[in-house]
């Protein structure tokens, strides 16, 4: 199985902050990682696939990078509405695994 | 508008079973691949199985492999997961998921979510 790796576990952050969330898998995965935000008692929402590529309706301060082992999730400017726990899942290989999740809260 | 409504939750006693249903709407059902994905209280997300659109082809996490059973009718839109054997540790929030493919296979993505249901292993 593919091992994925966030960092940080959690991050206090202010309205405004520029937000850089990372993701580390085990094995190359060919940029088949996806990001997902999950706010409490909610179903996961989809935020970025094929590592870079912003999903309808997502707004355009969410963006993604990185290839092989290596992504980067980035908040340009964080907005009340965007403190929540975030998720990053390799879909390369069966099972599909998901990091363990980066909580960003309210400074 | 995709929506994707779990129902079948409960408490349940370690060794019983519990069949979870996901009533499917807003896309062609049968064109596109399915998932379960649970939530432990508290913990991370973690992929459970998967079915093909047509039902042909199915994949199970080693954890749940042998005691849990995906299908799905396509002529009502719903999903199911049959739990048998169930054990403390299958406590969590079960989600049923869309995938972007008919098929289950590397870059088969999970698009859309329901809203989950609980499901409680305890004695």
């Known amino acids: 199985d593919i091992q994925m790796t966030q960092s940080p576990s959690s991050l206090s952050a202010s309205v405004g902050d520029r937000v850089t969330i990372t993701c580390r898998a085990s094995q190359g995965i060919s940029n088949s990682l996806a990001w997902y935000q999950q706010k409490p008692g909610k179903a996961p929402k989809l935020l970025l696939y094929a590592a870079s590529r912003l999903e309808s309706g997502v707004p355009s301060r969410f963006s993604g990078s990185g290839s092989g082992t290596d992504y980067t999730l980035t908040i340009s400017s964080l907005q009340p509405e965007d403190f929540a726990t975030y998720y990053c899942?390799?879909?390369?290989?069966?099972?599909?695994?998901f990091g363990q999740g980066t909580k960003v809260e309210i400074k | 508008e995709v929506q994707l409504v779990e129902s079948g939750g409960g408490l349940v006693q370690p060794g019983g079973s519990l069949r979870l249903s996901c009533a499917a709407s807003g896309f062609t059902f049968s064109s596109y691949a399915m998932s379960w994905v649970r939530q432990a209280p508290g913990k991370g997300l973690e992929w459970v199985s998967a079915i093909s659109g047509s039902g042909g082809s199915t994949y199970y996490a080693d954890s749940v492999k042998g005691r849990f059973t995906i299908s799905r009718d396509n002529s009502k839109n719903t999903l199911y997961l049959q739990m048998n054997s169930l054990r403390a540790e299958d406590t969590a929030v079960y989600y049923c998921?869309?995938?972007?493919?008919?098929?289950?296979?590397?870059?088969?993505?999970?698009?859309?979510w329901g809203q989950g249901t609980l499901v409680t292993v305890s004695s």
């Open positions: 899942q390799q879909y390369y290989s069966t099972p599909q695994t």
């Open positions: 998921a869309k995938t972007n493919r008919w098929a289950w296979s590397g870059k088969t993505l999970i698009d859309y």
